[in-house]
């Protein structure tokens, strides 16, 4: 290749990008209202903190946004509409400043780098941060970019700015995962016990998470099998990837691992039967106790004195 990608020189190398829930039901709010049903996209401001390469996007508001559908250099943001706006978050929580910018995409766009510099005013090295409101796949709905110099080697051109894709994560706080919960519930209207409708979710959230799973899994066979057939070319970095994933796999052929898993899986099937088991010397013991005040119940009735009917005298 001749090409060298080098990170800006005003910023720091990002490693990973961790949105939170808020941000995603705001935006998705922010969707519904504007561009539902329509072809355009919402974009608005991400706001959060950063720490040694984490970017940890908190919170988030929408910003006016036009652009022409015929030429992408065409484009409107209502920069004073964020600064007015941001002044009023800074009061609410000083912690938060501006980490980057959101926008329902659901892809990049041509003009995307030009609203990216826009905001190179306001943080050093921004985030671009992509969400799916509509997705049509299982997986985490975000996509998180950050913008590096490219580089020519033979120097004939100048060099222009790129969008490099950094790993993001949905993460959340246990205030935030209550509030989740008690928003499922208040939608599915469920009169089950809260116990019930969390593990309800974690099941739910564990299958889709396995889905997911088989989807990366068929997409990396199919590459692996494109490469062997020779339709595409061999990336040397993606096979890094794959040999630090296999390297990661535990080998389940140890004895010491194989015992570990026997002894943590007997611990928990103990606690499920002991769980089990006075749950039901409980009932056993509400219904000799339901008996008993029956019968309690009977001989009081039975005690009472059977009035007596006068009669007339002759």
Same mark, same amino acid.
Not at 154 to 172: D, L, M, R
């Given at each position: 290749?001749?090409?060298?990608?080098?990170?800006?020189?005003?910023?720091?190398?990002?490693?990973?990008?961790?949105?939170?829930?808020?941000?995603?039901?705001?935006?998705?709010?922010?969707?519904?209202?504007?561009?539902?049903?329509?072809?355009?996209?919402?974009?608005?401001?991400? $706001? &959060?903190?950063?720490?040694?390469?984490?970017?940890?996007?908190?919170?988030?508001?929408?910003?006016?946004?036009?652009?022409?559908?015929?030429?992408?250099? =065409?484009?409107?943001?209502?920069?004073?509409? @964020?600064?007015?706006?941001?002044?009023?978050?800074?009061?609410?929580?000083?912690?938060?400043?501006?980490? &980057?910018? %959101?926008?329902? &995409?659901?892809?990049?766009?041509?003009?995307?780098?030009?609203?990216?510099?826009?905001?190179?005013?306001?943080? +050093?090295?921004?985030?671009?941060?992509?969400?799916?409101?509509?997705? /049509?796949?299982? &997986?985490?709905?975000? !996509?998180?970019? %950050?913008?590096?110099?490219?580089?020519?080697?033979?120097?004939?051109?100048?060099?222009?700015?790129?969008?490099?894709?950094?790993?993001?994560?949905?993460?959340?706080?246990?205030?935030?995962?209550?509030? =989740?919960?008690?928003? @499922?519930?208040?939608?599915?209207? $469920?009169?089950?016990?809260?116990?019930?409708?969390?593990?309800? $979710?974690?099941? #739910?959230?564990?299958?889709?998470?396995? !889905?997911?799973?088989?989807?990366?899994?068929?997409?990396?066979?199919? %590459?692996?099998?494109?490469?062997?057939?020779? /339709?595409?070319?061999?990336?040397?970095?993606?096979? %890094?990837?794959?040999?630090?994933?296999?390297?990661?796999? +535990?080998?389940?052929?140890?004895?010491?691992?194989?015992?570990?898993?026997?002894?943590?899986?007997?611990?928990?099937?103990?606690?499920?039967?002991?769980?089990?088991?006075?749950?039901?010397?409980?009932?056993? @013991?509400?219904?000799?106790?339901? /008996? =008993?005040?029956? /019968?309690?119940?009977?001989?009081?009735?039975?005690?009472? +004195?059977?009035?007596? +009917?006068? #009669?007339?005298?002759?």
């Amino acid at each position: 290749m001749d090409v060298i990608k080098t990170q800006q020189i005003s910023g720091k190398s990002i490693e990973k990008v961790i949105v939170h829930p808020l941000v995603l039901l705001s935006i998705v709010d922010n969707y519904n209202r504007v561009a539902k049903d329509t072809r355009k996209r919402v974009v608005g401001v991400l $706001l &959060g903190s950063t720490f040694k390469g984490t970017v940890d996007v908190t919170n988030s508001y929408a910003v006016p946004f036009e652009e022409d559908d015929r030429d992408p250099s =065409i484009w409107f943001l209502d920069h004073n509409y @964020h600064e007015s706006m941001f002044s009023m978050f800074k009061r609410i929580n000083a912690k938060e400043h501006v980490v &980057g910018w %959101y926008s329902t &995409g659901p892809k990049l766009r041509e003009n995307d780098l030009d609203v990216h510099g826009l905001f190179n005013d306001y943080v +050093p090295n921004p985030v671009l941060v992509i969400i799916d409101v509509q997705p /049509k796949e299982l &997986g985490i709905p975000s !996509k998180a970019y %950050y913008a590096v110099e490219e580089v020519k080697e033979n120097a004939t051109q100048k060099s222009q700015k790129v969008f490099v894709h950094v790993p993001s994560v949905i993460a959340a706080h246990e205030v935030e995962e209550i509030g =989740i919960l008690i928003k @499922h519930k208040a939608e599915l209207q $469920l009169n089950s016990m809260c116990s019930s409708f969390f593990c309800l $979710l974690q099941v #739910t959230g564990k299958l889709a998470a396995l !889905k997911g799973l088989d989807a990366r899994l068929k997409e990396i066979r199919s %590459y692996l099998d494109l490469v062997i057939d020779g /339709k595409i070319p061999l990336n040397h970095e993606i096979l %890094y990837h794959l040999q630090d994933v296999f390297n990661l796999l +535990p080998n389940l052929n140890v004895t010491e691992l194989i015992k570990a898993f026997s002894v943590k899986t007997n611990d928990m099937m103990l606690v499920i039967y002991l769980s089990s088991l006075i749950r039901s010397v409980v009932a056993l @013991h509400n219904l000799i106790n339901n /008996k =008993i005040l029956n /019968k309690e119940h009977e001989k009081a009735e039975d005690s009472k +004195p059977v009035a007596v +009917p006068a #009669t007339a005298g002759s």
